[in-house]
């Protein structure tokens, strides 16, 4: 059965993002240091479970401010995802790319949609806090895969900081190190 997962990439002390997030640095200030796991410090056990994932995965959901400060530079303007992405969008976004749908209607009707089109493959909630907090307040997340990277950032967007309802139970099912994260596995207690 195709599982909605929350995958996301996180400092030590609670951050999915920097402060300071724009165009230029789409992460925040040192936001890129959460994913040197991905790019210039990846090992095979990263790409292996980069790879994993995105095998299983059919859609992907993300929020606006993701697609807006990204798909110009950071994505040169094209998708970087090998499947359908869904973005939360409250106003036209900046620029229309193929690959993306925009999704005014929530969260609800954007998993609808990403559920339809992944066809039975798991459903990837990605970037950012936001997104991620939203899933959670409404107990929709079946997994959530986090990889914990070894910094320090102070402040930026916190993934924990501003649950709306009582968090859910989670059970660890893993954990992989790594050179550049650790990555934790949970299943969330429904």
């Known amino acids: 059965m195709a599982?909605?997962?929350?995958?996301?990439s996180m400092s030590l002390d609670g951050f999915t993002a920097g402060h300071s997030i724009s165009e230029d640095t789409p992460l925040g200030e040192n936001g890129e240091l959460l994913h040197k796991w991905l790019f210039s410090d990846s090992t095979d056990t990263d790409k292996r479970i980069v790879s994993e994932r995105f095998e299983n995965t059919g859609a992907v959901i993300l929020g606006s401010r993701t697609y807006n400060t990204?798909?110009?530079?950071?994505?040169?303007?094209?998708?970087p995802f090998p499947f359908?992405?869904?973005?939360?969008?409250n106003a036209a976004p900046i620029m229309e790319v193929a690959g993306f749908t925009f999704v005014k209607e929530g969260i609800t009707n954007a998993l609808h949609k990403a559920k339809t089109a992944a066809n039975s493959k798991n459903i990837l909630v990605m970037g950012g806090a936001n997104v991620a907090q939203q899933f959670l307040s409404q107990n929709l997340l079946d997994e959530i895969h986090i990889q914990i990277a070894p910094v320090l950032l102070g402040k930026g967007?916190?993934?924990?900081?501003?649950?709306?309802?009582?968090?859910p139970n989670l059970i660890k099912f893993n954990a992989i190190e790594t050179k550049g994260a650790t990555h934790l596995f949970f299943k969330v207690k429904k």
């Open 3 to 8: 599982k909605i997962i929350l995958s996301i």
């Open 70 to 79: 990204a798909i110009r530079k950071a994505w040169d303007g094209k998708s």
């Open 84 to 89: 359908p992405a869904f973005v939360l969008v």
């Open 157 to 167: 967007a916190s993934l924990f900081g501003t649950l709306a309802a009582p968090p």
